[in-house]
């Protein structure tokens, strides 16, 4: 069986990465800036001439798949298994909102990577165990 190379890109600027807002599954759309780094992309994503593209479902990501591989011949294959971690209360705020709401300590375990702290999530969210049981069951694809 033939070794395959995975690539993984994030989507382009929006208005929330701008303003450092939380985002998870609010499906925000990228911003001009967010346009212009999918073009940028566009180049990169040519040389290494990928045989199909895996996207979020949500806006941000499946332009930012549409721009970058604009000038190629692939499917652009979106899945709901790829959006980004639910963060259930704090999506649409600001890290400071919500370090005055539930405190520094949440958002440190947060951005942990100790695996003490996988099972954390914030309030109606999901956690970084949870995220990676999604991706990996709605991982099967037909290449």
């Known amino acids: 069986m033939p070794i395959k190379e995975i690539f993984v ?3 382009g600027e929006t208005d929330w990465n701008k303003e450092r807002r939380y985002q998870g599954h609010s499906d925000i759309p ?3 800036e967010g346009r212009r780094q999918a073009e940028e992309l566009r180049a990169r994503l ?3 001439a ?3 593209i895996l996207s979020s479902d949500l806006s941000r990501a499946f332009e930012t798949a549409k721009i970058a591989a604009a000038n190629l011949k692939v499917d652009i294959l979106p899945f709901t298994a790829y959006r980004e971690c639910h963060l259930g209360e704090c999506e649409g705020l600001h890290k400071d909102v919500i370090n005055s709401k539930y405190g520094p300590e ?3 375990r947060w951005g942990s990577i100790q695996r003490k702290d996988h099972d954390f999530r914030f309030p109606g969210g999901e956690s970084k165990h ?3 049981q999604r991706i990996q069951k709605g991982s099967a694809v037909p290449y």
């Open 9 to 11: 890109f994030r989507h």
């Open 30 to 32: 990228l911003n001009e």
């Open 46 to 48: 040519e040389s290494l």
């Open 50 to 52: 990928p045989q199909v």
């Open 106 to 108: 949440q958002l440190e």
């Open 130 to 132: 949870e995220l990676l």
